[in-house]
Every structure is written in C-alpha cells, then in structure tokens.
C-alpha cells in the first residue's frame, strides 16, 4: 500500500470516527415543517416618531425574543431579516391565533391622559384629532388624550407579590431617564383631578386598546407625579393576570410598528409523515442504487456502495454539527445528494476502465495503474461539475427564503461531502483492494477489467453522430416551443408565495367531495376560494389575504360536512412579499445563467460555455412548461428543484465537454466533430450509469415521498431526463455549429462530408 493510500485511510477513518462520535452524541435541529409549528415574518414599518433600519429592527427582535421567553415557548427563534424583517418560528404552536397571542399586540405601547367617558350621544373624535376613543380593559371606553410618551422608554416592568401588607399582586414600573420625567409629568397633571375622577387615570394603550387604566393614588399631589422606580400598578390582581400586564408593558414596547407579511403553519402529524416517507424514500433509493453500481462495477462497486454508507454518515454528522435546520425540501436534497455521491465514483471508474484496456499487457500492475490514472483524470470533470452546482446551491441560500435556505445549505454540505467520499473514501478502499492478487488477477470481480455492456455495444455499433447536428437543433426548438406555447395557454400555477394569499390544507374524518366542500365555502361567504382534493379526506383551500376569524369559519364549514376537521397546514404571504419573492425567482434564474456562462468561460471556451448555457436555458423553459401543461404549482419548492436542475445540466455538459477538450487537445487545429463524437461515446456509460443512481433516488421521493416532496421530485426527474438529452443532443451540436464559423481551421460542412465517417473516434486516437 502505496503512503498517499495511507494518508487518504487514515483521513477518512478520522472524518467517519468523528461524525460517528457526532451523530451519537448531538441531535439534529428539526423545522418547523418537520417537527411543526408556526413561522412568521414581521415586516417593520416607518412611523411618525422612528424610521424602519437596521438598528429598530434589531431592537424590535429584543422585545419579541423577551416577549416570547416570558411565554415559555419551546426554543423558538427570532432573527432579523435584511433590514426591515423580523424572522419568528414558533414549535409546537400550530394556531395561527395561538401564534397571536403569543406574540402579544404588534403596535407601539403609549401612555394617554384620561379625558373622561365618552358621551354616547356624542360623535367619536374625527381622524386627524389628537383625541382617541378606545376601548378599556373592563369592556367600557375611555376618551384620551395626545400621548408623548411611548413604551420604548419603559425600562422594566415586574409582577410582584406583597403577602406581608395583604397587597397581593402589583406590576412596578422603571422608565428610562427622559421618558421618566414624561412619566412624572402625566402623572403629575392626572393628579391634579379628585380621586375617582375618570380624569385622574392614566391609560395604557396597546393595539388600540386600553390594557390598563390605573388611577393615581390620592397621596400624589398635583403637579408632583410620580418619580421612575416608585411606581406600582395596583389592584385585584390574580398571578398570571399580572405577570401578563408586566409581559405587555415590557415586551410591547415596539421601537416601531410591525405586520405579518408571511405566516407557515404546519401540524406535527404532517412533519412526522414526512420524516417517516424521506426514510423510507432514502432506504429504497440508497439500496437499489448500491446494488445498481455494485452490479455495474462488482467489486469496486460493492466498496463505492460502503463509501456511499460513509458519506451518509459525514453528511448527517455536518448538519447536525453546524446547527443546520433541517426542513422537508432539505431532508429532501439530502436524499437527493446521495444518486449524485455516485456521479464522481463513476466517472473515476469509467476513466479507469479505459486506462485498464489501454494498459493491459503494457504493465506488470495494469489494474492499479488504471485506477490510478483513473481517478486523475477525473478529478476535472468532479470538480467543475460539483462547482456548477455548488453556485447553484449558493443562489438557493442567498436568495431563497425559509425552507429553500435549508435546501440550498444542504445541497451544498453534499456536494462538498461527495467529493471528500469518492476522491478519498472511495479511492482509499479501491487502492488497498487493488493490491490483492486475486482481485488483480480475475477481472470479473474487480469489475475494472469488464468492457461494459453499454461501451460494448457502442464499441461494436460505432454511431456516427451529429452528422446533421441542425436536425437535433431542430427537434429541440420544436420541444421547447411546445413547452412555450403550453405556459401562452395554460399560464402558470404561481403558489402563494409568488402571488400572495393565503393557502390552507385540512384533513376530515369524513370523505368530502370536491363540489360539496366548495359549495360548502361558496355559502359561507367564500365563493372565491380555490379548493383542491389530494384524497377524500384532504382538502386545500386557497383565498385571498384572510384574516385568522375568517379562516376559524372555513374551517366551521368543512366540519359541517366532514366532521372533525384538523388543520394541518397554513400558509399566509403578504401581497409585498410575494412580489419580492417572485422577483428574488427571477434575479435568480438570471444569475444563475450568468455566473454558470462566465465560469464555463474560464473553464473551457466560449462556445462550450454559451453551448452549455443554452441546454441549461432549454431544460429550465422544457421544465416550466412541463409544469405549466400539467397545471402543477410553481412556488418556493419548484424553484429550488429548477435551481437543482441547473446544477445538474451544466454538470453533464462540463462532462461531455472535458472529455472533449481533452480528445481535442491531442490534435490541435483538427476539426471538432471527431473529438465531439468520441467525447460523447466515451461519457455515455458515465451519463446512464449516474442518470440510473439519480433515478432511482428521485423514483422512491417521488412514489414514497408524499404529497409534499411529490413535485419536487417530479421537476427533477424531468430535470434530469431532459438535461441529459440536452447535455449531448443540444450543447454538442450548438457547439460544433459555433465552431464551424470560426476561422481557424474549423471544418466546413463539405469537407465533414467528403471524409469517411466510420471509424473517426478511432482515427482521432480514442478509445470507446
């Protein structure tokens, strides 16, 4: 055993002890879809006194985190978004009006002057008066007057308890230095009134209503008031009603107004649905494609298939590791990453099977000699592929939001692991196996020393391809322009997420038909809504922006139909957000384009990356109008698998094209067309044998995967079929036609046809 397979054993036996040592010892952070809950986004707005920024935002994530720690939420989280958005997950709560509660009022905490009761006769105060009339906390109303002081100058509010002096329950007050002398002032002028005087209470207002009206105690004089630290709010108060004004008064104290601009809610049975199908999606995926790649490579492929085993192992260790919530379009992409760990194990192999023909009876040790030179020359094609995929992964991250974010980080920790499992797990076991006698000796276990079934048959066959590339062009631009006409026609399912409304999903007891549950809805007075049916007891019920009594009354009337109606699954998107959302869809696909178009530059040339691109365009417009035919919904989920195929159609087109940029390099100013048709030949075993490891990863998510992850492996399965379509029969032929108008020494189409096709890949000196 040679030191560099030493050095690569005792890396990987390190890497897998280590997330060994993780996955047993640490427990992997489960979403809000997963384990459920809700998730809200509050969008920050300008008021009068305070401007939304950075920093009123990151004081307004301060009040909420202590408003909800206060209410003893399981581990919630409140982060800031951008600038102006504050990120809530709330587990376990899966009431949007629980989510309510628990967020208390969202409007800014004031202090008011009493005026007195309102006359009933008399009109409410007009709009631009100073004056307000609102309801108080004993369900009267109180006319109050202009406040200068507001909540963000309350430094504490505490519940406390005097057993001593029979006081019982009080709330004391400690105000911030300015706003401590508005504080004596209010009081000071409310105490100039008669005790019992409405006009002697001070008002504490929020969300446009009175949460407490104290009067000030007969011992304050007129025009003292009362100093910070000395005030107590007292009455008869039970614990928990003052330990809630104290809650109020403290965590209402909003620097400046918010509002829900998005709202998930997902029940736990459905999270736990999923985890149970991703499981089984995983299990059935991951073993037919062991036993696949172990068929395909024998031996060799049987120890691919454990390395496979470990790079599942270091995947799971580094999320949970690094804290990473993991959601259901991640648990999802992580399922996924395991067909695409086969790809560099592949494409190694393959490059060795060549190596191993070439070498045989040239050598003493042809089959280590072969996996060696395998595994270099492959290292290109694994590293500029997985990098096309890792920037789509980083697009995920940096402009998805919510549970794409999961995927996208995900996808990249699988890459990243992939990599590490072939090139050094992989090579490790193969290079220690290799240097047995009896795998060296008997070719049919090693599986290096077989041909291939499909390299066989294109060895004896000889295609002669693309010698009417603009007839493939052809039928390309026929398939795209069928998809172009079915989104004209059938336009397409925008999700919530890109429209905004509001899209719930519920589960009955009792079969509900379709026509029953709309007429259900149309009577009580939501004619409008859109319901769908996944089976006879799930429903999904989309409408305009509802509020929380609106959708109470949905769900009223579904039960009058099917009995015990369970909510499990509540989306809410703001009209703004779901325009940004859409708008972040399109920077995306526009960025994607141009960030894979100038690496391909740098990689290769211009016309191989304009090649590639123009696949990738191709497989992303046949994928929309796919969806858009079928009807299927376009939201955050479809986008990422969309960004997925991309990865994926530049990853087989930078295959095809490293393969063609070394056959091309061997005669430099030889026409491109022998070097394009022996590259193809030669990756058509790594494009079947990979496309076959995906296949039957996204077959199992998409059978097995349940409603939610059904879509998503749909998009990539055509993804995918239609990528490695275009990988050779669009980007090759779209690269010879560009290259045939260059001046310097490109074929012409008369000499392309003068020459004898058959036999040219072996004339150009490779090997198929």
Known sequence: MTRATTVRAVLAAVVLLVSLFVTLTMSPR??????????????????????????????????????????????????RSGEDRVLIELPDVTDPREAAEVLGRTAQLTFHPVLGVPDDAAPDPKPESEELVLPDESGGRLRLGASDLS???????????????????SVSLDFRDDASRDWTRLTGEAACHPPQDERRRVAIVLDEKVISSPQVSPSVTCGAGLPSGTTQI????????????????????LPVPVEVVEQRTVGPTLGAEAISASARAAVIGAGLTALFITFVYRLFGGLAALALAGYTL??????????????????????LAIGMAVDANVLA???????????????????????????????TAVVDSNVTTLLAAGLLFGLGSGPVKGFGVTLAIGVLVSMFSALVIARALTEMAAGSRFVTDFPGVNGIGLRGRVRTYLTRRAPQLFRRSRRWLGVSTVVVALAVLGVALRGLNLGVEFTGGRLMEY????????????????????????????????????TGDTGDRAEAAIRDALSAEGGATTKVRDDLIGPSLGDELRRHALIALGIAVGAQLLYLAVRFRWSFAVASVTAMVHDVVILVGVFAWLGRPIDGIFLAALLTVIGYSVNDSVVVFDRVRELWARRPGSPLLPA?????LQTVPRTVNTGMGALFILTALAVLGGDSLRDFALALLIGICVGTYSSVFTAVPVALEMESRRKDGAPTRQRQRTKPERGRAADNGARV
């Open 30 to 79: 489960l979403g809000l879809d997963l384990q459920g809950g809700t998730r809200l986004v509050l969008q920050a707005k300008d008021s009068p006194t305070a401007k939304a920024d950075r920093e009123s935002t990151d004081r307004t994530v301060e009040v909420l985190r202590q408003r909800i720690d206060a209410l003893g939420v399981a581990e919630p989280t409140v982060t």
């Open 151 to 169: 909540g963000a100058g309350v430094k504490d509010a505490r519940a406390e308890f005097d057993g001593q002096r029979g006081a019982g329950w």
């Open 234 to 253: 007292t009455g008869s108060f039970s614990a928990d009603e003052a330990k809630n004004l104290a809650l109020l008064i403290k965590g209402g104290a």
């Open 314 to 335: 270091i995947s799971y260790a580094a999320l949970v590791a690094l804290g990473v919530t993991l959601t259901l379009p991640g648990l999802a992409g992580f399922v």
């Open 349 to 379: 192999f393959e490059r060795a099977r060549e190596e191993y023909a070439s070498r045989s009876g040239r050598t003493s040790r042809p089959l280590r000699s072969a996996l060696a030179a395998g595994f270099r020359n492959a290292r």
């Open 507 to 542: 589960t009955t007891s009792r079969p509900v038909g379709i026509d029953t549950a709309r007429t259900a809805l149309a009577d009580a007075g939501f004619a409008d809504a859109e319901v769908t049916t996944a089976g006879e007891r799930e429903l999904s019920v989309r």
């Open 676 to 680: 394009a048709r022996a590259a193809v």
